[in-house]
Structures are given as C-alpha cells and as structure tokens.
C-alpha cells in the first residue's frame, strides 16, 4: 500500500443571489396559493430572482470570484473549471467557458455539466477525479442556475419551488502521510447515480433538438418527492460504508435544498439530529445545481462548518440523477 495519500481540499467557496427577493406573498398575487401552503409544504418563505443583467454566468462569476479569493488564490492559478448548470446563458458555447475569459483564468481548460439539480455533486466528482488523474493542479467547481427562466409562471405546483444564485469552490490536489488518513482534508468518497426511467418526472418540455425551444420546466412533485428521500438515503449509505464512517460521525450534512420536508425525513433516516442539516431552503428556495455549494458557503461563512469537519454533501434531481460526496473541511 502506498504511503501517500492523494486527496483534493477545498481551499476555498463563495457564493452570490440576485439583488431582487421574492416573498411567498408576491406570489400569492398572482397565482392560486398562499404564504401557509407554500411554510407548510416546503420550508420555503423567500426566494432571489434574478433581474436584468443577472444571469447564469453573471452569477457563477460573481461566486467564482469570491471562491478564488478565500481560497488566495489569483484566476491565473486555475487549471480546470467544470460548471454545473440546467439554465446556461446560450445553448453553447458553454457558460464555463463564458467564465473562464471574465474571469481571467487564462490557462484553464473549461466546460459545463448538466445534471439538473445534481449537477455540482456531479461537477465535484468529476473535477476531483481529473485532478487524480493529473489533468491539474487546481479546479474551480462551480453550480450556479437562473431557473426563473424556465419556469411556467402560471403553475403553482411548480413556480413557488425555486429560486436564481450560485455557488462555488475551489479544490486542489494535495498529498497527506497515509497514516493521517482519519484527519487529512479533502474529498474522501463521492458516489453517483443515474436513472433515466424516470426523465418524464421532472423535466423540461422543450430543447433546441425537439421543439426549438427552451422550454419550460414540468415536474410530477409527489413522486419526485417519494424518490428523493429514497433515493438520498441509499447514496448516503454508500458513500458511508466506502469512507469507513458511521452517519454519527458526520458533523454537517450539506444537503440540495428542495424541500425542508425531504431534510427532515433524511436527516431522520440516517438516525442524526435536524440541527445537524444545513438548512437555506427558507431563504434561496431550490436553486438546483447552486443549492449545494451556496448552502455550504453560508455555513462556512457563519462559522458553523469549521476546518476539520465533517461533512456530507448530497443531491437528487431530474435525470434522476443523484449522489453525495463525504469531505473533511
Ligand atoms: O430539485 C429536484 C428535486 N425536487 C424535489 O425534490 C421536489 C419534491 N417534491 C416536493 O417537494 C413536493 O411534492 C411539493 C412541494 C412539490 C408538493 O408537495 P406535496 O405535499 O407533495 O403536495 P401535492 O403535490 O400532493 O399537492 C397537494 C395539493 C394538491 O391539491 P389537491 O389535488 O389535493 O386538491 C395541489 O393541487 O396541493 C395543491 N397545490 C398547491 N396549493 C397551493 C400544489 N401546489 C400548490 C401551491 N399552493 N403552490
């Protein structure tokens, strides 16, 4: 066995909302629901939409830049960036690369990944895997969604749900004796599912391939719902068993902010505490592929996750797709 241990730590996160803030009593304007259907169901009270000049990239840049610069870092010091997103500016050229050139990241290489709302476990797993591979030395992992633009305003099974913003971090390769495998920083252990039987549960019905359009977003939410918490428990399992922790080892759980209900139910099947889940779904609502990074940001900036932490990202969303990742702070 090799006396080395190779493992990618996150030197940095940022994260960035549009400037407007939508209540849930704004909403009850102009459809059919109200502030207690929307406390009671979701957790959700507020959400941040993103106005003129706010987009995709604007946002992803926004907390790229911040990520970049906790972590000490300059844009020149980035080799990779991987961006997830369902919302990108233009069907191509990729928004990452759109951030690469505004941020100034000259000599990194740069692409965007799309796995709705598990895109950034999915742009984690696979930026760590390429720095493994020694495709670099330094990745910026980004998740960042405009999803007002995809919603159908009129549908208030669905429009009340979500929200704009991003969120980002910085990961480099570093090299740890083995023997301090139990306390090294970094990514210990990510695992990611896909299943596409069940694409027409949560999707959108348009695409520049079928209609020409981009379409809006439909969703079957009680069944989305019944999956999820399946679906998340079984991955956190996984990851669990393949880092060699229990879930009482985990101090935060940095989970897609969907529902606080789905939260609860997680937190509940792996047996910890509900104060242990990072919770921000009252404020951004679900910002798909950003939930996860921009939640772990917050925590990060209020202290509550600390260097030597603990702590288990996981997502589920349309594809399926889902997955989770366990990393040391
Ligand atoms: O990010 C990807 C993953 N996404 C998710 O994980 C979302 C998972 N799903 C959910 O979070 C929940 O299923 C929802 C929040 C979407 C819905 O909550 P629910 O408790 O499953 O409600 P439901 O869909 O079963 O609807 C219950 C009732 C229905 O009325 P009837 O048929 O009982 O008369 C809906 O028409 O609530 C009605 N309803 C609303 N009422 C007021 C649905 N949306 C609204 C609304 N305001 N906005």
Sequence with gaps: MSDVLRRTVVLGSGSA?????????????????????????????????AGEGETTASLAIDAARKAIETAGLTPADIDVIVLATATPDQTFPSTASKVQHELGCKSAFAFDVAAVCS????ALGTADALLHRGM??????IGAETFS???????????????DGAGAMVIEMREFPAAEAATAPGVIATKLHTDG???CLLYVDGGPSTTQTVGKLRMKGREVFRHAVVN???VLGEVLEEAGYAAEDIDWVVPHQANARILDATAKKLGLPAERMVKTVELHANTSAASVPLAYDVAVRDGRIKPGDLVMLEA??????????LLRA
Aim: glycine share 10%; aromatic share 10%.
């Design 17 to 49: 909302l549009p400037k407007r803030v939508v209540t849930n009593a704004e909403l009850a304007a102009q459809v059919d629901t109200s502030d207690e259907w929307i406390v009671e169901r979701t957790g959700i009270r507020q959400r941040h939409i």
């Design 119 to 122: 895109g950034f476990l999915y």
């Design 136 to 141: 670099g030395k330094r990745a910026l992992v």
């Design 149 to 163: 633009r995809i919603l159908d305003w009129e549908d208030r099974t669905t429009c009340v749900l979500f929200g």
């Design 197 to 199: 039987e069940h694409n």
């Design 232 to 234: 998340l428990a079984s």
């Design 316 to 325: 589920m969303g349309g594809g399926f797709t889902w997955g989770a990742s």
